[in-house]
């Protein structure tokens, strides 16, 4: 931990746990000590009682809101990360160590995804990118998908390799899984087209502790019983997301940051946008940039949420990290197995903090190209 005292904010491009909105912070330091009209902190409340039964509940319908999710559909909070996701979805969709769960492999989440299904079943790989660095997103024609899968899993949104998924593939009948957990309400989605979503909140809609699935209800009952109550995703849904104590208030901060999405900034539409706007400038720089700055991913794959570059050297990509430092712009420097630069940009991010690192960017090429 630094063991600097000042307490002025910075541009904070961390991949994650990452920026919250500002107007969220301000409202959770407003209720901190005390939740209007109940006497305690969100913190010391029992998850029973009306209070918190009604912070979840606002959670959950302004996520259902945001996405216009239609009535089959269930929204559910859970613990254990996106990554205990990578157990629950093969022990819940393969009623058989016979059936076979499909996987696209677009970077290093979508992989460890795929490590967990030979617990439950068969893995078929329908694509695996790694050979080329994870630089892109497969075209339709190149899915080897299985007949009769049991589902098919993939990444929209590839934090370490800044590799994205332009529109949702094509897997025929089998249910579409997806881990949205760095692009989750980072724009609008036709929700029918899946059969789980699911996302950690710490990038794009909270704080580290909690879980939100969106689950198509007829999914629910795929696990037929056979499952450790905590790991069957039915007993969540008749628990309301309550079969154990919730992680209450990384529950509470997802409805503010949803609220923030719906009153402040105007929706998924206009998240979008913003988030088009963003990336844009970066991705903008970095090609008229003449190869000083190069991006990881191919131009079609890239992510409105991680932008990742590296520039000449590994030494010059240290110094942008340290200089950037200096400037109030923290948490650049890439994932330990790519290296370089990742720009983590997600919905939180001011435009401001991207203009901020844009024309730091420019300077920085000037100084140094
Ligand atoms: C796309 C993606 N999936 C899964 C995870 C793992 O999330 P968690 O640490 O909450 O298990 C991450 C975290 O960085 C991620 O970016």
Redesign the pocket.
């Known amino acids: 931990m630094s063991s600097s005292t000042t307490t002025e904010r910075v541009f904070n491009f961390s991949?994650?746990p990452a920026v919250l909105p500002e107007p969220v912070l301000e409202q959770v330091r407003e209720e901190l000590f005390c939740l209007p009209g109940v006497g305690s902190s969100v913190m010391e409340i029992s998850h029973r009682s009306p209070a918190f039964v009604g912070v979840l509940d606002d959670a959950r319908e302004r996520i259902a809101s945001l996405h216009q999710i239609p009535d089959d559909y269930e929204v559910l909070f859970v613990q254990?990360?996106?990554?205990?996701q990578n157990a629950m979805i093969p022990a819940n969709f393969l009623v058989d160590r016979e059936q076979t769960a499909d996987c696209i492999i677009t970077g290093t989440?979508g992989k460890?995804n795929s490590q967990d299904v030979s617990y439950y079943g068969k893995l078929n790989v329908a694509w695996d990118g790694s050979e080329t660095g994870f630089t892109r997103t497969p075209e339709q024609s190149e899915l080897n998908l299985t007949e009769g899968a049991a589902y098919c899993h993939y990444?929209s949104?590839?934090?370490?390799h800044g590799v994205q998924f332009r529109d949702p593939p094509g897997v025929g009948e089998a249910p579409l899984v997806v881990?949205q957990?760095?692009d989750f309400l980072s724009e609008p989605l036709d929700i029918q087209r899946f059969g789980l979503i699911y996302a950690?909140a710490?990038?794009n809609c909270g704080i580290?502790g909690v879980?939100a699935l969106i689950i198509r209800h007829e999914l629910l009952e795929r696990s037929e019983s056979r499952l450790p109550r905590y790991l069957d995703y039915a007993q969540h849904a008749k628990g309301a997301s309550m079969l154990n104590t919730p992680p209450t208030f990384a529950v509470y901060v997802t409805g503010l940051v949803c609220k923030w999405i719906q009153e402040t900034v105007g929706g998924l539409e206009a998240m979008h946008r913003l988030n088009q706007e963003k990336a844009g400038l970066l991705y903008e720089l970095i090609d008229q940039s003449d190869g000083f700055y190069s991006g990881h991913a191919q131009p079609s794959s890239r992510s409105l949420m991680n932008v990742v570059f590296r520039l000449p050297s590994a030494e010059l990509d240290a110094k942008f990290v340290a200089e950037a430092g200096e400037q109030g712009m923290t948490g650049l420097n890439g994932h330990r197995s790519v290296g370089g630069i990742r720009a983590s940009i997600y919905n939180a991010m001011p435009l401001g903090g991207v203009q901020a690192l844009a024309d730091f960017m420019r300077d920085f090429v000037q100084r140094n190209g």
């Open positions: 991949a994650g254990g990360g996106a990554t205990l989440w460890k990444t949104n590839e934090t370490i881990d957990s760095s950690c710490q990038k580290a879980t």
